[in-house]
Nanobody
């Protein structure tokens, strides 16, 4: 069973930075894309960014220019570098690995941005 484990969340002041990591227990290449989602209190889970197996990336408009998704294939790890954080970035951040027939989710990591 493939497992995705997030880490790197925490409490940061507005304007600060965090780097989230998502470690995949199996091969990262088994997924067509690796995605970061977030869920703020009382809101639906939303896609923040994704990176394909070919290395193409895409971002939500709300994080463009501030967040960067990357992957280290040798370490089977995906990262989300978050800069210029805002209070509205607060939420639980989830890593997801997507295949044509199924998806796998991590357990999430809390990010809190204080104003």
């Amino acid at each position: 069973q493939v497992q995705l484990v997030e880490s790197g969340g925490g409490l940061v002041q507005a304007g600060g930075s965090l780097r989230l990591s998502c470690a995949v227990s199996g091969s990262i290449f088994s997924f067509n894309s690796m995605d970061w989602y977030r869920q703020a209190p009382g809101k639906q889970r939303e896609l923040v960014a994704f990176i394909t197996s070919a290395g193409s990336t895409s971002y939500a408009d709300s994080v463009k220019g501030r967040f960067t998704i990357s992957r280290d294939n040798a370490k089977n790890t995906v990262y989300l570098q978050m800069n210029s954080l805002k209070p509205e970035d607060t939420g639980v951040y989830y890593c997801r690995g997507a295949r044509p027939t199924n998806v796998h989710w991590g357990q999430g990591t809390q990010v809190t941005v204080a104003s």
